[in-house]
């Protein structure tokens, strides 16, 4: 009966140090870094046409953002999650458009990607460029 409470303590200490060895390895939400700025926006439509904008990334908790972009005369809000090095989007246009971006963080704090527009075929393009305050 011994042994075999030993052997159950064991194997707790042993489960509890393999989970702990797992969450030392996965950054924390606080060291990432935060994406949170004002960003210009270029990009490249669906159907190659070039645009430019702006954009507001604001963190909500964790590593959960909200993006506004800001063009001539249209908006558009998105949600996103950011690992570290990609920053995957779920963006809206109103009631008229939506869709998915995903951005590669770039050494000089850029971000730069490709977006899709739900029930259209192709893929547009964008940079989100940090501006200097």
């Known amino acids: 009966m ?11 200490v042993i489960s509890g140090l393999a989970c702990a060895q797992t969450e030392a390895n996965d950054p924390p939400a606080q060291d990432l870094l ?19 904008g702006d954009a507001i990334i604001t963190r909500t908790t964790g590593n959960d953002y909200r993006i506004e972009w800001t063009f001539a005369s249209q908006s ?3 949600t996103g999650t950011f690992d570290g090095t990609t920053f995957n989007v779920k963006w809206q246009m109103g009631s008229e458009a939506s869709g998915t971006a995903t951005y590669t963080l770039q050494p000089d704090g850029s971000l730069v990607g490709t977006w899709t527009q739900d029930g259209v075929e192709g893929e547009g393009s964008e940079s989100l460029t940090p501006q200097i305050e």
């Not at 439509?45 to 645009?51: E, K, T």
């Open 2 to 12: 011994r042994i075999r409470l030993v052997i159950a303590v064991l194997m707790i």
């Open 34 to 52: 935060d994406l949170s700025g004002t960003y210009n926006v270029t990009g490249t439509s669906l159907d190659g046409v070039r645009y430019a």
């Open 76 to 78: 558009q809000t998105g």
